[in-house]
């Protein structure tokens, strides 16, 4: 060390390591010398490392603060920070290509898939160069909301050394002026008086420099309405030079550069004006260029490539997040995805009704505002403010209060969603005795007397088929309905944006349009999603069922299947991947469409509570359409016959003088094919309405019915709950978990101190007030964390009434001990104004006296 030569480690046998000898032991040598008090040592370190120690800090009785004043100086932590992001970040150049193709590429594009202008960006990408020639490419992350005063534009500059002396000199007049006032008074009053008027204007002078100082400082220009709130867009740039006043596109997350270069042929080297209008596109100018200072803002003229900037004047073109580029052959950019999911949500009103335009004005800046925010207007016109927590429901509605609509609001209770769905049989009873065949007749009994209720026209076979008939009796559906494996629900919940380009892509074969080609990558990752579910769906009763999925559900991309197994008409939705079709799909095109129409309307509202369904197969087992194929042909038969009669009177009587009406000959036959099409189109129409109508509503109902007779459950949102919490505290947690339906999934203890890590799962229903109790009952030494994880299904039937001799011994004859799911599922029954089966007069026998009611 006194050498100051690093030895080899042969020759330094014995010695410290180097990270202890250079830095460590100069560390612990300045703490052991201020807790000793050590001043000679504590001067000598401070002289040597060139320090300057205020003086109340080197007399502090605080060794902290001592150490504080010391080491703030020598290691200060700014220049730490800055030299490890100097040192550690990346470079905007080492950027990959694989994260450059995943940036351009949105939901399951592929990067081959791009247009060939498109994909020429790449290399843009990759360079970052700040050209003239390059093309500028910015991503908007996010808007966020900044109070106008902290606009560099409306805060007030300092004055110059010249402003501040002119200011003192005009004091200084109006003050001698004031003096010379009061002296031409003061012979007229009392001497005594003299010190009180030579004071006064003594203490009015302030008030004018103040006054004076007021004019002169330029307050902050509010913008057009004065609850308009300016919002900032974070971004980055990744090739160009941000410049202000330069024009650029604002391309939306839904902008589609084919259909841009579809409607531009002769490419973008037009004028901006001359542009055709393209959705999802608009052109702006960049007002303003920030630098971002923490909580400062910092004017800019031009921005480099790679950095991180603010931009002001995009809250009238960005929504939450856009990409920014100067050609419009730039895909947009995949928006971030937050851990925190939108799952909370309440109805929001004005107290007054007049205040309405305020609420939705207030609910939009909101939503620009915070990226975690869903605002929905529901059919009933009712405001609803999806968020992702209790908490961050708080902070929203102070924010609408207090910030963006300034107004006083209206709550209702959250409303937390569920799911329906539906299990297999259960093999113990609800006090764990194995189902016996006592049960299993008491069970046939019960659900003999569930049958007498549905109503007439449905049959119930085994194994919970349903068969229905349309009210014409001219079709007839059989479905069954079955629980789907928790792999496969949770393949199509990952796949759902795959499900949704199929969708489209089927939808569009459909009408005619001309589609390109799928790509090769594409449908390899349709062929992969395939396989995926035929790995998970084997047995004999998954037998080729993949092959015959019809639809997927709710919306055409949700969690439940609709497989047709029908012999009659054959249809999937991997016909169109293949694009090839058989006769009989494209003859019962519009009646499948009608089906697939009644199966979405099923799965968006179950038979419980009304909410959507998840993890249920619908099996079309058989669709006979051979009444209707008799009644049309019939139809037709006689229509043509009537066609023909009609025909010979009118040429008997309106066509017989050729000469006279020869112009009129050839319109003869038009108003015949008009009426004989309107009669076509009646055939398929009767009292009980169009046909296709018909069979949506019994297709739906069918789904229903089919769903009542499995055994149904409710699934509730999950949180993942995150404790910290002290070995002392750790039982008052466990308590508040059970109490609120908890369940503990880990618990392990942190290395080196007394706090233990408890992972567990939380209903969402269940959360509320759960932070604030979980502190006061461990007197604030234990904090949850709160994320949304995934879906449950809850155990307890919310149907069950007890039907062994075990069951009425331990539940009882009213078995009326609190079920979980029911009370979940009346409570939902309640908000929507559906019926609930619920005692109105409870303990009736317990009358009360009048002598109670003195």
């Not at 910015?138 to 900044?146: Q, R």
């Not at 480099?304 to 052959?329: E, H, W, Y």
Request: aromatic fraction near 6%.
């Amino acid at each position: 060390m006194k050498a100051k030569k690093i030895m080899k480690v042969d020759q330094a046998k014995g010695k410290k390591p180097l990270f202890v000898q250079l830095i460590l032991e100069n560390i612990w040598s300045l703490y052991d010398a201020v807790l000793k008090k050590d001043k000679e040592k504590i001067d000598k370190i401070v002289t040597s490392l060139g320090l300057k120690i205020g003086a109340r800090e080197a007399r502090h009785s605080d060794p902290k603060v001592q150490i504080n004043a010391v080491c703030s100086q020598w290691l200060p932590i700014s220049q730490a920070v800055l030299a490890m992001v100097c040192q550690k970040l990346p470079s905007p150049l080492d950027i990959t290509a694989e994260r450059v193709e995943k940036l351009m590429c949105a939901g399951s594009q592929t990067f081959d898939s791009l247009p060939p202008e498109t994909q020429a960006l790449k290399a843009a990408f990759m360079k970052c160069g700040s050209e003239d020639t390059a093309p500028v490419i910015i991503f908007v992350s996010k808007m966020f909301a900044v109070d106008a005063k902290a606009l560099p534009q409306n805060k007030p500059r300092p004055l110059t050394q010249e402003e501040i002396a002119e200011r003192h000199e005009r004091a200084r007049r109006r003050h001698a002026e004031k003096l010379e006032a009061v002296q031409g008074r003061a012979p007229l009053e009392p001497t005594q008086d003299g010190s009180a008027l030579e004071t006064s204007p003594q203490g009015e002078e302030p008030k004018g420099d103040e006054q004076e100082v007021e004019s002169e400082t330029p307050k902050p220009v509010p913008q057009e309405g004065s609850d308009q709130e300016p919002f900032i867009a974070f971004a980055r740039i990744f090739s160009g030079v941000a410049r202000r006043g330069k024009k650029i596109f604002v391309l939306g997350p839904k902008y589609s550069p084919l259909e841009f270069l579809q409607r531009v042929p002769l490419g973008f080297s037009a004028p901006l004006d001359d542009l055709p209008p393209v959705p999802h596109m608009a052109c702006c100018t960049l007002e303003n260029l920030y630098l971002l200072m923490g909580r400062e803002l910092e004017d800019l003229e031009k921005v480099p490539p790679g950095n991180v900037l603010g931009i002001g004047g995009l809250q009238d073109f960005v929504l939450k997040s856009a990409t920014l580029c100067t050609l419009p052959s730039c895909p947009p950019f995949i928006p971030l995805n937050f851990e925190a999911t939108p799952i909370v949500r309440v109805a929001v009103e004005p107290k007054h009704p007049s205040e309405m335009p305020q609420l939705v004005r207030g609910m939009k800046l909101l939503n620009q505002a915070d990226p975690c925010v869903q605002i929905l207007i529901q059919e009933t016109g009712e405001h609803v403010l999806v968020t992702a927590g209790e908490v961050h429901l708080q902070r929203c509605l102070d924010d609408l209060k207090e910030r963006f609509a300034k107004i006083q609001i209206s709550v209702s209770e959250p409303i937390i969603p569920f799911r329906e769905t539906i299990t297999k049989p259960p093999k113990v009873d609800m006090v764990n005795e194995e189902i016996g065949k006592q049960q299993k007749v008491a069970v046939i009994h019960q659900t003999k007397e569930d049958q007498n209720r549905i109503p007439e026209g449905i049959q119930v076979y085994s194994g919970g088929l349903i068969t229905m008939t349309t009210p014409n009796k001219l079709a007839t559906l059989s479905v069954r309905a079955m629980p789907l494996p928790e792999e496969v629900t949770q393949i199509l919940e990952e796949n759902s944006d795959l499900i949704r380009s199929m969708e489209q892509l089927i939808s569009s074969l459909n009408e005619g349009k001309n589609t390109q080609m799928i790509h090769q990558k594409t449908q390899e990752k349709i062929w992969e999603f395939k396989g995926k579910l035929e790995q998970h769906l084997t047995g004999r009763k998954w037998r080729n069922t993949v092959d015959q999925i019809l639809s997927f559900g709710p919306r055409k991309c949700g969690p439940n299947i609709l497989v047709n197994k029908s012999k009659d008409f054959q249809n999937s939705v991997w016909t169109g991947p293949d694009g090839k079709a058989s006769k009989e799909a494209s003859r019962y095109r519009d009646l499948g469409n009608s089906i697939v129409s009644g199966f979405q309307l099923a799965t968006l509202s179950g038979p419980m509570c009304e909410e959507p369904l998840m993890g249920v197969c619908f099996v079309l087992e058989k669709w006979d359409l051979s009444k209707f194929e008799d009644q049309t042909a019939s139809d037709k038969q006689n229509q043509e016959q009537s066609d023909l009669v009609k025909e010979g009177q009118g040429e008997g009587e309106t066509c017989s003088g050729r000469d006279e009406h020869q112009d009129l000959q050839g319109g003869c036959s038009k108003p015949f094919e008009k009426r004989a099409s309107q009669k076509g189109e009646s055939s398929l129409t009767d009292c009980y309405g169009p046909f296709s109508g018909q069979l949506i509503a019994t297709m739906k109902e069918a789904c229903r019915y089919a769903l009542q007779v499995k055994p149904q459950r409710l699934m509730a949102a999950m949180y993942t709950c995150d404790i910290m919490a002290t070995s002392d505290v750790l039982g008052r947690v466990y308590a508040v978990l059970s109490k609120r339906e908890g369940r503990v999934l880990q618990e392990e203890m942190k290395e080196g101190t007394d706090m233990f890590i408890i992972k567990a799962v939380l209903p969402v229903a269940e959360s509320f007030g759960f932070a604030d109790e979980i502190r006061k009952r461990t007197s604030g030494l234990a904090s949850p964390q709160l994320i949304f994880s995934h879906w449950e299904i809850i155990p307890s039937d919310p149907f069950w009434v007890p039907t062994t001799e075990e069951e009425y011994l331990h539940f009882g004859e009213k078995a009326d001990s609190e079920n979980q799911a029911r009370k979940y599922m009346n409570a939902v029954r309640k908000r929507k104004g559906l019926y609930v089966e619920e005692k109105i007069v409870e303990h009736a026998e317990k009358q009360r006296t009048l002598s109670k009611n003195k």
